[in-house]
């Protein structure tokens, strides 16, 4: 979704979809982090939960959006390996 947002062609309701899905899951994100004591993540990936938030909107020309967008990309592939995840399938003993 956000490489797709670097079209300049995209509709505008297109960006309050991509609002809304980067919120949710950044700030699932941070909860996983603080849950980790993964303070500094949890700040990072609240902080761009904030930014893509669709209550308190940040209004930006496209060409910092754009900006921003590609910095998110690699703050969510970073976070991907920052963050482990329980395995849901282990057997407790």
Known sequence: MMLW??????AYGYYIVLRLVCCAVFAYLAF??????????AWVLGIMAEIYNTIIRVHL?????????????????ASIFAIKFKDERQVVR
């Open 32 to 41: 996983q982090a603080y849950g980790q004591n993964q303070h500094g993540w």
């Open 61 to 77: 020309t496209r060409e910092i959006w754009s900006v921003i967008n590609v910095v998110t990309i690699g703050i969510a592939v």
């Open 5 to 10: 947002a670097l079209n300049p062609n995209n």
